[in-house]
């Protein structure tokens, strides 16, 4: 296989005398010449070498720096440096900037031979795990990799990504989905599912170059719904030992082992995410439509640019939290942005997210508004493919026939129907205690109506028989049963029994008496 190199030397007349070695030796070949670090800067990004030959004495940038900034921005580049003074010091600070070789000058035709092939050896072996269609034997890899970043803290892009995963392990049978959090000094992803799990991405960065599908298995935490989770550091301390071409590895053993990896990057661009970024099918950048949110997306886009990593044009900006009330919608957003907005944005739902967080766990979530609109998201960003359509065909194995699924709000529908049902008797009950009361409320109210009409005939002088009479004709025709009219010489009394459930039902063991007073007249 045929290896290309980018040489850098401080002035032409070496850089020359260097090439001419390369030429002389069977399967490298030499892209260009430079003789400034921004020119191998430039170059890297341009012609993406697969090795780098570095002088000691190239500037302005010092020599150690650009070893770094090359290692992180191209995992799979392989830099040679070469010295006048190669001493034991300088021999070590280069190794661990990330320098695969280091040689003395003058160099000899078989110790540059040497040290390419040895170069040219490891990044064939990166390259296995670096390239987006192909696995260890060679054919498809079986999942696609979406990463998801945020323009700025708060912005939601730790729900978006787990909402993802769980819409995409939910909806789809049989789908492996994965969900690493590469958030790695403040990732939420364990509060937010309340994944509880003893090893993290930082066991796998210590083996990473011996990762089989036990190893991967054994640090992923698997929940009751399917989904896999793999964790950020627990520790600060071992935060380190995650480096670009260790996460670089590690995403490409989830990905033959998954059929969707979903990564959650957080807000801040490191030369870690980078490299995650750089290997992604598909990378979400979640804003919110607010200036500062909107200014981080051009931050963050022009970093990825700087590092070699993705092309503003291929990252699909989502809105997050867009409400009616906001100054800036998502028409505006789009002439705010490096590249327009996806055309699915997602609400402002604080309310509705708040069950989900307080539970740690999106089928707490029973919105079905919102689990639409994260389906919507999905079916653009093709973590659920439809079955008519054949565009993320070109990245996964096989297309994944959508179906419906009890979605979350679904199965809460049904647990709300079960809840009601148990509620029914008590609901009819107290309905029951409620037209008691205003029966009865009634009936006093009739009661003390037809005291008041005897009352008013016994102040005349009428008869006992005539009294009773009033009494009765002053209310309705079905309370008259219960009712009993005494009268004396200075006071009525009538008692009625109170009704039960029915105006026609009643016993002498429930009544209710009202006494009217009166003179009689002369």
Request: charged share 20%; with cysteine; proline share 5%.
């Amino acid at each position: 296989m045929k290896h290309d190199v980018l040489i850098s030397a401080p002035d032409q007349t070496t850089g020359y005398e260097l090439r001419s070695l390369v030429e002389e030796i069977d399967d490298f070949t030499v892209v260009d010449v430079a003789d400034s670090s921004s020119r191998t800067d430039a170059l890297v990004a341009q012609r993406e070498p697969s090795i780098v030959i570095l002088h000691n004495q190239l500037g302005p940038t010092p020599v150690l720096q650009l070893i770094r900034d090359i290692v992180s921005r191209r995992p799979g580049t392989a830099v040679i440096l070469l010295a006048d003074d190669l001493t034991p010091a300088l021999f070590t600070s280069a190794m661990d900037a990330g320098a695969r070789g280091a040689v003395a000058l003058p160099v000899s035709l078989e110790e540059l031979q040497t040290r390419l092939v040895a170069a040219a050896n490891w990044v064939d072996h990166m390259r296995k795990h670096l390239r987006q269609d192909s696995n260890e034997s060679g054919g498809p890899l079986r999942g696609q990799l979406v990463v998801v970043a945020g323009a700025k803290g708060g912005v939601g892009t730790t729900t978006i990504a787990a909402h993802l995963a769980y819409d995409a392990v939910t909806r789809v049978p049989g789908r492996s989905v994965c969900l690493v959090d590469l958030d790695l000094e403040k990732g939420d992803i364990t509060s937010l599912l309340g994944v509880d799990h003893r090893l993290d991405v930082s066991d796998l960065a210590k083996v990473a170059d011996d990762l089989g599908a036990q190893t991967v298995t054994s640090a992923v935490h698997r929940s009751s719904t399917g989904l896999s989770t793999l964790r950020s550091p627990s520790r600060l301390e071992d935060v380190g030992s995650v480096g670009e071409r260790e996460i670089v590895l590690i995403l490409a053993a989830l990905r033959r082992q998954f059929d969707l990896v979903i990564a959650d990057l957080g807000t801040h661009v490191t030369p870690v995410t980078a490299a995650a970024v750089e290997t992604a099918s598909q990378v979400l950048l979640v804003a919110t439509p607010d200036v500062l949110a909107l200014r981080g997306v051009h931050r963050t886009t022009d970093a990825w640019k700087r590092f070699g990593s993705r092309k503003a044009e291929d990252v699909s900006i989502v809105l997050n939290k867009v409400s009616k009330e906001s100054d800036i919608q998502p028409e505006t957003a789009a002439r705010l942005t490096p590249t327009p907005p996806l055309q699915v944005w997602l609400p402002d739902a604080l309310k509705v997210l708040e069950r989900g967080l307080n539970h740690q766990s999106p089928a707490a979530v029973i919105s079905p508004s919102w689990w639409d609109r994260i389906g919507a998201l999905a079916s653009q960003v093709h973590t659920v493919v439809d079955a008519d359509d054949p565009k993320p065909a070109e990245k996964s194995r096989s297309t994944f026939r959508r179906r419906r699924r009890p979605t979350p709000a679904v199965a809460e529908k049904g647990q709300a129907t079960l809840e009601f049902t148990a509620l029914l008797p008590l609901i009819l009950l107290l309905c029951v205690v409620l037209w008691q009361v205003g029966l009865w409320g009634v009936s006093a109210a009739y009661a003390g109506h037809a005291a008041d009409e005897a009352a008013r005939a016994a102040s005349i002088g009428q008869s006992p028989d005539s009294v009773q009479r009033a009494a009765l004709d002053a209310v309705p025709e079905w309370f008259r049963q219960g009712i009993t009219v005494t009268s004396n010489s200075s006071d009525v009394r009538v008692r009625a029994r109170l009704p039960i459930l029915v105006p026609s039902v009643s016993t002498e063991d429930l009544s209710f008496t009202s006494t009217v007073g009166y003179v009689k007249e002369d």
